[in-house]
Every structure is written in C-alpha cells, then in structure tokens.
Nanobody, 125 residues
Framework: QVQLVESGGGLVQAGGSLRLSCTPS????????MGWFRQAPGKEREFVAA????????YYADFVKGRCTISRDNAKNTVYLQMNSLKPEDTAIYYC??????????????????WGQGTQVTVSS
C-alpha cells in the first residue's frame, strides 16, 4: 500500500526552525508535483507549499512566503519543507502528498492523493 511518511516535526519556540521531510513508501513519486498542507485543530486542511516534479517551480501560501522553502531530492525520493521564523499560529499537523490530478491548482487539496499520517509541529510562544 502506498503511503507518504512525514517526519521532522516537534516542539519549538517561536522564532525557531524545523525541517520537515516526506518520503513515500511503496513507490516513487519523482515524476509528480508534491505539496505540503497543514491542519490545525478545528480548522480545515490548508495549503502551505508545492513543488513541481523537477524542483524548478515552487508555490507558497502567502502566510509562509519568506519563511519557508520547499525542495526535493528525487534521487532520495524525498521532499523537504524548511520552516524558519516559526510562529505559534503555525502549530498544526503537517502533511505531504503527490499531486495526482492535473485539473485543479497546486493549492487545492483535492488534487492530491496518498496522504500520510502527518507530523505534528507545535510552536510555543
């Protein structure tokens, strides 16, 4: 069964940094765009960042622009999300997934499939 495995979350103070990683188990998604989303308690899942298959194009939600960098290493079959200057409002479970639909935008979670369990990011004030 194909599943994405996210890691790298944790507890960090405001202003700190974390580097999240995402690796699929069961197959490679090197030919797919990949996205990071997050979901806070009581809120809907929201787009954070996305990267095309080659890594040449990246997309960010306005609330992370200048603070986050998405990257990928296709040789390692891994996607990363470097998060800096973290804020308490960044607290959420972070998920990654491959973009399996061409008919919706990078920021539309319905374009993505094979969601993993996510990794918890908690930012203390």
């Amino acid at each position: 069964q194909v599943q994405l495995v996210e890691s790298g979350g944790g507890l960090v103070q405001a202003g700190g940094s974390l580097r999240l990683s995402c690796t699929p188990s069961g197959r490679t998604f090197s030919g797919y765009a990949m996205g990071w989303f997050r979901q806070a308690p009581g809120k809907e899942r929201e787009f954070v960042a996305a990267i095309n298959w080659s890594g040449g194009d990246t997309y960010y939600a306005d609330f992370v622009k200048g603070r986050c960098t998405i990257s990928r290493d296709n040789a390692k079959n891994t996607v990363y999300l470097q998060m800096n200057s973290l804020k308490p409002e960044d607290t959420a479970i972070y998920y990654c997934a491959p973009k399996t639909s061409y008919y919706s935008g990078y920021d539309d979670h319905s374009s993505y499939n094979y969601w993993g369990q996510g990794t918890q990011v908690t930012v203390s004030s």
